[in-house]
């Protein structure tokens, strides 16, 4: 029950958070920078959103 009072204090809870949120982050950035293979595909993902520009004005001409 002492744990529960414990949680329910914002000056403990907000720091508890920021760990939590932090660590998750780092996770995120582990995940998606950590392989290579990962690393390589998310750089050819980066071009998409252009891809439809580049289309239209091929189009155009």
């Known amino acids: 029950m002492d744990l529960l009072m414990w949680f329910s204090k ?5 720091p508890l958070g920021l760990v939590i949120f932090f660590v998750t982050f780092i ?3 582990i995940y998606a920078y950590g392989s290579k ?8 993902y ?3 959103p252009f891809l439809d520009d580049q289309e ?3 189009d155009k001409q």
């Not at 914002?10 to 907000?14: A, H, I, L, R, S």
């Not at 293979?37 to 050819?44: C, G, I």
Request: aromatic share 0%; charged share 35%; net charge positive.
């Open 56 to 58: 239209d004005t091929k």
């Open 46 to 48: 980066r071009n998409i």
């Open 37 to 44: 293979k990962r690393s390589a595909q998310l750089e050819s």
């Open 27 to 29: 996770g995120i950035v």
């Open 10 to 14: 914002p000056e403990n809870t907000k």
